[in-house]
């Protein structure tokens, strides 16, 4: 007889029955490993299922009772252990109950429904979960960064491009612009949960059932807030379009986390000297004891570029044609949700370490004028003093630097006399400014203060933006705050439907 014994049940896929074989170990084992991480989900997949088929008549309510009363059973001893131990992988409940309960019992409750499903359930409840575990940490950085930016917004920073000194900003008129950045990333998370959090349960492997299941139940208790329409959307070996959405906006997350880790590590060397890393972030040499290396941020970079490389190995695992790509992707997925923890972990050290920043003010001051920073001003002054046209101005401006560069003059030196030879070189006419209007042209406070237009560094301008930024924010935190409401409740209901299942069974 080639039916197994119920205590020594090891699934469907059984030497005699469709395979000659015993599967190899090792592939067991890796099947095993892929699957892990599911697991938790899996077992709320299955007495979820298991309250959907009584309720809808497919099931003896003294099975189905026996049935959950073994889930629960499991829970007490350890969910992820137990289902390791008993293997099976995504029917690890089914390889238990049945070993608890013999097959007449426990094969009852696999019915209508797929290792499609199954897995296409617990890739959704993972991924919705690490989705909001990134958005919260997103979340928390938006908050430190509005706050930081209040209290630095006269904290006068230089700007860069090209890699070089442009016009001075503000500590806190930056730390607005991350702020800004994490609020189109929440947007892209949200927007991949709001897709990810469809419910596939009762797709079976792409044509649902001749049974007749109730997917939107079963997708209530599973907190999900709809059901795919189309069987075959539903699962995950033909459309996997979402798989891909969620490593990559954890990517384009990334990709600022190490820009400003970089920021960082720059500001920190001796070069720039902006800011200093309490040391608990940092490293030193084996050979060079004078060294203070920043960890910190270059554990960021590493990370982003793991994030990256998920991406491109979640694009490529899961393209092929239609129903093909089934293994692939679980390489894939264990990738996605180790970048996902290392993200949720790099937002809450940039939490830690941003308020703690020694900053060196005085020195960033200096550095934000004395390389002409401010010389865009001197030209607008020509512009608004003497009446000339701005590409005069500029022109100008653009020769009293050079004749300032070749005799070693900076910014302080520069006198009424120096501008009128530049003015002079260039269109036979002097500037006609005095000193006090090159002194204020020059001055980088002025230039801050200037500068009130919309999205501007002025301090006033700043406040404006952090107040709006933290509305925003007080937004998507009730976002998350109503996401958690919802899953809750559906946790709760999914206890008093097993419950009642069991109550009414006696």
Known sequence: MLKQKSPEYRGYRNPGIRLREEMLPQLKQLYGAHTHEMLPAVHAFDKAHTVMLVEEGLLDPAAAAAVLRALLKMEGEGVVKVRSEVGGGLHSGEHYVIRLLGEEIGGQFHLARSSGDLSSVAINVLQRERLLKVMRGVNDLRRVLIELARSHTETILPGYSFGQHAQPMTLGHLWLSWAATLARDFARLHGAYVRVNVSPAGAAIMV??????????????????????????????????????????????????????????????????????????????????????????????????????????????????????????????????????????????????????????????????????????????????????????????????????????????????????????????????????????????????????????????????????????ATDRKTVADIDARLEKSSRALKDAVDAVIEKAG
């Not at 006399?417 to 002079?424: F, H, R």
């Not at 005095?434 to 230039?447: G, H, K, N, S, T």
Request: aromatic share 8%.
């Open 208 to 473: 649902g059932s001749n049974f007749p299941v109730n997917r939107e139940r079963t997708a209530e208790l599973l907190g999900f807030d709809a059901v795919h329409e189309n069987c075959a959307d539903a699962i995950l070996e033909l459309n996997a379009d979402d798989s891909l959405e969620t490593p990559a906006a954890i990517a384009v997350l990334y990709h600022s986390l190490a820009k400003w880790a970089d920021d960082l590590i720059q500001w920190s060397t001796t070069e720039y000297d902006f800011v200093d890393v309490p040391d608990r972030y940092c490293n030193t040499s084996s050979i060079m004891m004078q060294k203070k290396n920043v960890i910190g941020p270059a554990e960021v970079k590493g990370a982003s570029a793991e994030a990256l490389g998920c991406f491109v190995t979640s694009y490529h695992a899961l393209k092929g044609t239609t129903g093909l790509p089934i293994t692939e992707r679980y390489y894939a997925l264990e990738m996605l949700w180790k970048v996902a923890d290392s993200a949720a972990r790099d937002l809450g050290w940039f939490c830690d370490l941003l308020p703690v920043l020694k900053i060196n003010k005085v020195h960033m001051r200096e550095q934000a004028w004395r390389h002409w920073a401010t010389a865009t001003d001197l030209a607008g002054a020509l512009v608004s003093e003497r009446r000339l046209a701005w590409r005069t101005a500029h022109q100008i401006v653009g020769i009293l630097v050079r004749l300032c560069e070749e005799r070693g003059l900076g910014p302080a030196d520069v006198t009424p006399g120096l501008l009128d030879e530049a003015a002079m070189a260039y269109h036979d006419q002097p500037a006609g400014l005095d000193q006090a209007a090159i002194r204020a042209a020059l001055d980088p406070e002025r230039f801050i203060a200037s500068r009130t237009v919309r999205g501007g560094p002025a301090k006033a301008e700043s406040l404006r933006q952090a107040k709006l930024f933290e509305d925003a924010l």
